[in-house]
């Protein structure tokens, strides 16, 4: 099987443009907010393109941020959440009085945004504030919800800009509904 860098089967939901402009607004509405300086906690794999865009536009918008990673995983290969979530990869920095913003790709049932943000309370950080790319409200099953919001979407299945399909379209520059 070959792969092109075009795949005519993903309808594009939102263009690279119209994310770049969202991301920049985003990071404009953070440092608004924000007086202290933030460890940016990026949740792998999913929002790792989502999140190299928005600290360097939080560094353009005048605040520096540092940043660390954590594994989280609660899907499988498909497409539907397994329900349990699993710390695979830990962080490297102590949370511990520290303000923090934590960057994920979407919010759905919400357990893993639950999940991180009680782990990160309980570790003893200073604030946590959560920032999604994409938001499913109605795929709620966690009473949780973001503080930042790039998207509202319907509950469908999107890739790109990140996110993956059984690990395939994490490098397409724009987010898509895989079609049929
Ligand atoms: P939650 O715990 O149900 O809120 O799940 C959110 C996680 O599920 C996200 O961080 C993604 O990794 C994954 N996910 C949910 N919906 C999609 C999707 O449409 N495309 C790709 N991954 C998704
Ligand atoms: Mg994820």
Redesign the pocket.
């Known amino acids: 099987m070959t792969s092109t860098g075009a795949s005519p089967e993903i309808k594009t939901l939102f263009s690279a443009d119209q994310i770049a402009e969202r991301v920049d607004t985003l990071a404009k509405e953070i440092v608004a907010d924000e007086t202290d300086e933030l460890l940016v906690v990026i949740?792998l794999k999913?929002?790792f393109v989502f999140a190299a865009d928005l600290v360097r536009a939080l560094e353009r918008n005048g605040a520096s941020a540092q940043v660390d990673f954590v594994t989280?995983s609660?899907?499988g290969m498909g497409?539907e959440?397994s329900g349990s979530?699993n710390l695979t990869h830990d962080l490297s920095e102590d949370v511990a009085g520290r303000s923090i913003l934590i960057v994920?790709?979407?919010?759905?049932?919400?357990?893993?945004?639950a999940f991180a943000v009680e782990t990160l309370q309980k570790r003893g950080a200073s604030s946590v504030k959560t920032c999604l790319l994409?938001d499913?409200p109605t795929?709620r099953?966690v009473s949780i919800e973001a503080d930042y919001v790039g998207f509202t979407i319907d509950p469908?299945?999107?890739?790109g800009y990140g996110?993956?399909?059984a690990k395939r379209y994490r490098g397409l520059p724009y987010i898509g509904v895989v079609q049929g």
Not at 156 to 159: K, S
């Open positions: 949740i999913g929002s989280l609660s899907y497409t959440s979530v994920d790709d979407i919010l759905e049932s919400g357990r893993t945004i994409l499913k795929q099953k469908e299945f999107v890739v996110l993956d399909l």
